[in-house]
């Protein structure tokens, strides 16, 4: 079975802070993917990597930067942490032949104070 | 963007009763996809379509590709305690490179 794995369950970080938001995958994907989850919202595309360094902006960029140095690495990066991005983020991974079968990781649940 | 209209936004239901659910989208779409979000754990893809009229089933669980392509419908028979959790459509157009628009998500809630 594919296992996304995402760094912590929970955080809570102070407005300002530096943020990191790691995903590891164990299934050799080349796309990964990072989602936020609001209710109401569903979810929404913040960036997606489609191969090792490779970056592209989501619908929802603004606030946060990527970084794919290893394939089965994903790290979602919060300059500065607001009080606006408290949410459930969600790492998803796939393969590169199957584009419709995106395998999540638990998500991470950020309280932003 | 893409809107993707989900529907009902939450459903109380009694164990056993068949349960229904829509996603309409703005733009034309060649994917439609459901997920299963259970409490703490991240979606679970159930059923994909790839085209128009498509209609497939998953045990209890049914999923039609509108014929407009811009609809889908998810239909759980005899639900059962296990079915509560967040269901989320997801579609794709030709050029989107396979990123998806979600829906807001149903929240199912199944009493015995």
């Known amino acids: 079975d594919v296992k996304v794995t995402q760094s912590s369950r929970y955080l809570v970080k102070r407005t300002g802070e530096k943020v990191f938001l790691e995903c590891v995958q164990d299934?050799?994907?080349?796309?990964m993917f990072w989602y936020r989850q609001d209710p109401g919202l569903g979810l929404r595309l913040i960036y997606f990597?489609?191969?090792?360094?490779?970056?592209e902006k989501g619908d929802i960029p603004e606030g946060y930067s990527v970084s794919r140095e290893k394939k089965e690495r994903f790290s979602l990066i919060l300059e500065s942490a607001s009080t606006n991005q408290t949410s459930m983020y969600l790492c998803?991974?796939?393969?590169?032949?199957?584009?419709?079968?995106?395998?999540f990781g638990s998500g991470t649940q950020l309280s932003v104070l | 963007g893409q809107q993707l209209n989900q529907s009902p936004q939450s459903m109380f239901i009694q164990e056993g009763e068949d349960v229904s659910m829509n996603c309409t989208s703005s733009s034309i779409f060649n994917t439609w996809l459901w997920y299963k979000q259970d409490p703490g754990e991240g979606p679970v893809l159930l059923i994909a379509l790839y085209k128009a009229g498509e209609l497939t089933s998953n045990g209890r669980l049914t999923a039609q590709f509108g014929i407009t392509r811009k609809d889908s419908f998810l239909n759980i028979s005899a639900s059962i305690p296990s079915d509560v959790g967040i269901y989320f459509c997801?579609?794709?157009?030709?050029?989107?490179?396979?990123?998806?628009?979600f829906g807001a998500g149903t929240q199912v809630v199944v009493t015995p």
């Open positions: 299934m050799d994907h080349e796309n």
């Open positions: 998803a991974s796939r393969g590169a032949g199957s584009y419709e079968k995106l395998f």
């Open positions: 990597s489609y191969d090792v360094k490779m970056k």
């Open positions: 997801a579609g794709t157009a030709t050029d989107s490179w396979g990123k998806f628009q």
